[in-house]
């Protein structure tokens, strides 16, 4: 009987699938610039409920990217830049969108080591004058204790 190396043959059709996937990151900000799009288009003018939309949306792209062990620094960049784009386009005030992004980027601290929190920090930081700053803040009036 032939042996087959099943191993092998896997991991290549895997790759394969990971390679047409693309970049998990921006996969993960387009997800979030089509949900605010449906979610905000059109939509009465309510702060609180849009903060929420675009907060649950941040909390929900991120997540899936920590689960699939990606780049949460990067994906965080490239959500920003969605949440950003999305409040423009729609007319809303986007100083308020990242603020509620940022403050659904700060709930990781729950799940991630202080490490990759400080990564993505620096990250927002250097993409966004004054956010990391707006980010640590939110991370210091978490009360929940990062993992060790």
């Known amino acids: 009987m032939n042996e087959t190396r099943f191993g092998q043959l896997t991991k290549e059709m895997v790759a394969e699938e990971l390679r047409l996937l693309g970049d998990p ?8 610039r089509r949900t605010l799009l449906a979610a905000l288009k059109d ?3 309510d702060g609180t409920a849009h903060a929420r939309v675009v907060s649950d949306s941040v909390e929900g792209a991120m997540t899936a990217l920590l689960l699939a062990d990606h780049s949460l620094a990067r ?13 423009g386009e ?3 005030d986007p100083t308020e969108f990242m603020r509620a992004a940022l ?3 700060a709930n990781l601290r729950r799940f991630v080591e202080p490490a990759r929190i400080d990564d993505i920090r620096l990250a927002i930081e250097a993409h966004y004058m004054g956010a990391g700053e ?3 803040e939110f991370l210091r009036s978490s009360s929940t204790p990062a993992p060790r």
Do not use: M
């Open 25 to 32: 990151c921006v996969a993960a900000a387009l997800v979030v």
């Open 43 to 45: 939509s009465p003018v």
């Open 75 to 87: 994906g965080a960049v490239l959500v920003l830049e969605a949440v950003h784009d999305v409040a």
């Open 90 to 92: 729609c007319h809303l």
């Open 103 to 105: 403050r659904a980027l």
């Open 134 to 136: 707006v980010f640590s």
